[in-house]
């Protein structure tokens, strides 16, 4: 008999390309980061439709901030406009937002917004959307170190009983089971700081697509992709 076919319960996506999709059409980058944010809205309603439990998606990298202050400044307004105008809608849909990454970096406002969606969202259990923001796993996983040396400090625990387990306790996110998928757009075969730890097993997927032209199709290959992989997780088969 056929195995039945596993969906994955949490996507990831580094969402890349964007500002070669703008160049190609001779557009200033920030309009195709626009058109992210129409990709990213599409995103969220088919994975609502196909009924995933999880999904993570890249929005700015810790080291995102070393581009020219004027793409900088257009992602940040962006970022507010994102949260202005989309979160009811996600509430009514039944989405949890949870953001990720060093917030004390971000402007206050900002940081205003995305504590209140958090808020009014909690209860939600559709979908759990996770955005990583100002987001860079190296320094997630520096703070979960720093987390423990206090609490070792404070005499809390010996530092002998520190494992993998404690680790994934204190980084930003302990209660979600890690990505079973990662997909990144854009044609780099890389991770870029992104969920360096969580992505032990996950299997990835890298696709040539600008992320502005990602849809429910795309995903929905991916994940047939993911259903013909082998995870095997150390193991053989019976
Ligand atoms: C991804 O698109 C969005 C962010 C990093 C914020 P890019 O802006 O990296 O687009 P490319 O890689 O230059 O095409
Ligand atoms: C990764 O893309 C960050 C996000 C998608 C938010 P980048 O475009 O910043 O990554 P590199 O510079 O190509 O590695
Ligand atoms: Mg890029």
Redesign the pocket.
């Known amino acids: 008999m056929e195995e039945e076919k596993k969906s994955p319960k949490h996507v990831a996506i580094i ?7 703008a ?1 190609e059409r001779g557009l200033p ?1 920030l309009k ?2 626009e058109q ?1 944010i129409e990709a990213l809205r599409r995103t969220v309603r088919a994975t609502i439709d196909l009924k995933l439990e999880i999904l993570t998606v ?4 810790t080291e ?1 901030w070393n ?1 020219p202050t004027r ?1 900088v400044n257009g ?1 940040m307004r962006l970022a507010k406009y994102f949260m202005k105008t989309d979160v009811d809608e996600l509430h009514r849909a039944g989405v949890r937002l949870r953001v990720i990454g060093n917030r004390d970096g971000i402007d206050p406002k900002l940081r205003h917004m995305i504590d209140e969606a958090e808020k009014l969202t909690a209860d939600n259990r559709q979908l759990t959307f996770v955005v990583a923001f100002n987001y860079g796993c190296r320094q997630e996983i520096a703070r979960a170190v720093r987390r423990i040396a206090e609490k070792v400090a404070k005499g809390l625990f010996d530092p002998k009983t520190i494992s993998a387990e404690m680790v994934q306790q204190h980084l930003y996110i302990a209660d979600l089971p890690d990505p079973d998928l990662i997909i990144r757009t ?1 044609g ?1 075969i890389r991770l870029s700081n992104f969920l360096l730890w969580q992505s032990a097993y996950a299997e990835l997927i890298f696709l040539d697509t ?2 502005p032209d990602f849809d429910r199709n795309i995903l929905q290959q991916a994940i047939e992709e993911f259903q013909r992989r082998d995870r095997r997780f150390g193991c053989v088969k019976a």
């Open positions: 969402m890349d390309g964007n500002g070669r999709w160049k980058r195709g980061h992210g890249f929005g700015f990298s995102n581009r793409e992602l854009g780099e600008l992320w």
